[in-house]
């Protein structure tokens, strides 16, 4: 079984920049692979996703333009490089990994999933 473990998260003032990492324990090549997270009192909601390949991205209204997924299958490593960051950013962020055809926003697609890193961006 895969296990994935995110780190980057942090607390930033508003309009700043974070770079989130998604570490594999083993080859995740065939995988796609996204971004959630979870505010207080909220549910999770997606993020952004990346096909096996890296050829394809799907993103959230809310980060498009602002947030950039990438992945370096050699390093079994997914990025998300958060740009501009606002207050309702802030969230437990979990990157996941799923065997499902193409990178879609439902959690259902996923099926290993990491503990979560912090952001909390202050206004």
């Known amino acids: 079984q895969v296990q994935l473990v995110e780190s980057g998260g942090g607390l930033v003032q508003a309009g700043d920049s974070l770079r989130l990492s998604c570490a594999a324990s083993?080859?995740?090549?065939?995988?796609?692979m996204g971004w959630f997270r979870q505010a207080p009192g909220k549910e999770r909601e997606f993020v952004a996703a990346?096909?096996?390949?890296?050829?394809?991205?799907n993103s959230a209204e809310s980060v498009k333009g602002r947030f950039t997924i990438s992945r370096d299958n050699a390093k079994n490593t997914m990025y998300l490089q958060m740009n501009i960051l606002k207050p309702e950013d802030t969230a437990v962020y979990y990157c996941?990994?799923?065997?499902?055809?193409?990178?879609?926003?439902?959690?259902?697609?996923?099926?290993?999933w990491g503990q979560g890193t912090q952001v909390t961006v202050s206004s």
């Open positions: 083993r080859r995740t090549s065939n995988y796609i």
């Open positions: 990346i096909s096996q390949n890296g050829g394809r991205t």
């Open positions: 996941a990994a799923g065997r499902s055809l193409l990178p879609g926003q439902d959690p259902k697609l996923y099926d290993i």
